[in-house]
């Protein structure tokens, strides 16, 4: 124990760590966490919260000791299983993440987090019969009701009205589900699609549907609706039957790749997701990682890389000699569509880039964290049904990206034959 830590009780040192980790200082936590569980081996709720920091800096194996220690001291809580299964799943045991995640939901039927936890870990395992309709449970989730959702659902029956395709989540994953769009169009009167404001344009290109920037207060009348992500449930997709790519279309008046020079190889990279999100920093790729791949003499390389991550290929920046930036040209994901169309591969992190590539049927590499979302797989897996032209570079271990530049350049092969 530290010298913070030392002198405190078990009880004292637990609500410390607790306000410690609620502030964001998940270290300090920790260190209190541990000399409460110390002080009091027999605690239930140390061990749960030491697991959640152990979560934090995804030192897998030891947060599933603790929520395991949690489960035996105080069997059957819905939180402690479903941070178990999610841990588990995280480490690759996709099988006792199930059994854990269906503990969590027999100890807690309504739980929305118990279903949608095992939603997750079903969908990576590739059972889609039981994982959307388990995903359905998402719409219970706190925060997630809005007044398109309280219009009649629609399952997929032929209707002669007005149907609602409603939006939610991020722009990854309207772009996955957007193969669904002429499925839709074919079975309703009229089909209104809202979109994120970036999507809009790429959106309109979708034979039959019409498109409307995605308002979440305010949605437009319609007769049914349809969540974006519920479309593969309601359309009963199952592993061996997603519907293929490309599905998007590319728009005739966009803006042109700068000119390279003959027989090279144009290859446009992404590394970083939104930075504000949590999740990024087990995604995102240090930019420095790809220079072994930018610096080849037969690459072209171009940043699609928005937000504050593109300095690094900006003057001062890591990649600023390797790297053109492009993203000056890119004012929607339509305008992305017509860059990505002028490469020969794409190479990006888990980011809706790597979505629309794929839609787009172009070849992209995705880089996974050592776990990734369950659209990707199984680790192992080296492609995935939803994009068949993207091939996927796991990390070997959390946070190691390691040597990911020199295998990305190795595997890219010669320039002659793009």
Not at 5 to 26: E, I, M, N, Q, V
Not at 236 to 256: C, E, I, K, N, R
Not at 382 to 411: H, I, K, N
């Amino acid at each position: 124990m530290s010298r913070a830590t030392d002198s405190a009780d078990p009880a004292t040192l637990k609500a410390r760590g607790a306000a410690l980790f609620d502030a964001g200082d998940t270290a300090g936590a920790l260190a209190c966490f541990d000399g409460a569980a110390e002080g009091d081996p027999a605690d239930a709720e140390t061990h749960f919260r030491r697991g959640l920091a152990l979560a934090a800096f995804a030192r897998l194996d030891e947060a599933v000791a603790a929520f395991r220690r949690a489960d035996t001291l105080a069997p059957e809580r819905e939180s402690v299983l479903t941070n178990l299964g999610t841990m588990l799943r995280r480490r690759g045991d996709l099988d006792a993440a199930v059994a854990a995640h269906e503990r969590a939901v027999r100890a807690a039927p309504q739980s929305p987090a118990a279903h949608y936890g095992l939603a997750f870990t079903l969908l990576t395992r590739g059972d889609y019969a039981r994982g959307f309709a388990e995903y359905e449970w998402r719409l219970a989730l706190p925060g997630w009701r809005r007044p398109a959702l309280e219009l009649p659902r629609w399952h997929g029956d032929t209707m002669a009205g007005t149907l609602l395709v409603a939006g939610e989540q991020g722009h990854g994953d309207m772009i996955q589900g957007a193969r669904y769009l002429p499925w839709a169009a074919r079975h309703a009167g009229r089909v209104v699609v809202e979109a994120h404001a970036p999507l809009v344009r790429l959106f309109g290109l979708v034979p039959g549907v019409e498109v409307v920037p995605f308002d979440p207060d305010t949605p437009p009348a319609a007769d049914a609706c349809v969540p974006f992500c519920s479309l593969p449930w309601t359309a009963g997709t199952m592993h061996d039957s997603v519907p293929g790519a490309p599905y998007l279309a590319v728009p005739a008046d966009g803006p042109a790749l700068p000119a390279t020079s003959p027989g090279c190889w144009r290859v446009g990279l992404v590394w970083s997701g939104d930075p504000d999100q949590p999740a990024n920093r087990f995604r995102a790729v240090p930019p420095g990682a790809l220079r072994p791949l930018a610096a080849r003499a037969d690459v072209a390389a171009f940043s699609l890389q928005m937000g504050t991550p593109g300095a690094a290929a900006r003057p001062g920046g890591p990649l600023a000699d390797v790297v053109a930036d492009v993203t000056p040209r890119l004012g929607d994901f339509a305008d992305t569509a017509a860059i990505m169309a002028q490469l020969d591969l794409v190479v990006t992190v888990d980011t809706a880039t790597a979505h629309l590539a794929g839609a787009l049927g172009r070849p992209v590499w995705v880089l996974l964290g050592y776990w990734a979302d369950w659209r990707w797989g199984r680790r192992g897996d080296a492609g995935t049904p939803w994009y068949p032209s993207a091939r996927l570079f796991r990390q070997p271990a959390p946070g190691d990206w390691g040597d990911v530049g020199r295998r990305l350049a190795e595997a890219l092969g010669p320039a002659d034959q793009p």
